[in-house]
């Protein structure tokens, strides 16, 4: 959970970098809220739920996602590629997958090696 946490409260921190381990993990708790929301909401027959917190986690989730490719050792305009239908977005996860760079590179230090702050 605090992974979920961590990424809310460097809610619109765009540089340095982020494990993949912390990306996937708020995309799990993301898509678990998501989907309570929807159940939620399904029985209010609304979804006024959804879409406030739709826009509530937009900038994390563009931040996170950001800081993941600075992690790869991409700009994080790479996220733009998901607008090309399917071939982006399957380009983007497979980046968002991919290992980081073990070294330091422009946008700062391995995280996985970097101490706790």
């Known amino acids: 959970m605090h992974w979920y946490v961590d990424v809310l409260k460097k809610y619109a921190v765009f540089s340095g970098r982020a494990r993949r381990q912390e990306y996937w993990m708020f ?3 993301n898509l678990i809220i998501t989907i309570v929301l929807a159940i939620v909401d399904a029985a209010l027959d609304t979804q006024v739920l959804q879409l406030v917190y739709g826009l509530a986690v937009l900038i994390p989730g563009l931040a996170v996602a950001v800081r993941r490719l600075h992690d790869t050792g991409r700009s994080g305009w790479w996220v733009l590629i998901s607008l090309i239908p399917l071939v982006g977005f ?5 980046f ?3 290992e980081g760079k073990p070294e330091a590179n422009e946008y700062g ?7 706790a702050v």
């Open 96 to 98: 968002l997958a991919s």
């Open 109 to 115: 230090p391995n995280p996985k090696y970097a101490p």
């Open 27 to 29: 995309f799990l708790f």
């Open 90 to 94: 399957i380009i983007l996860l497979v």
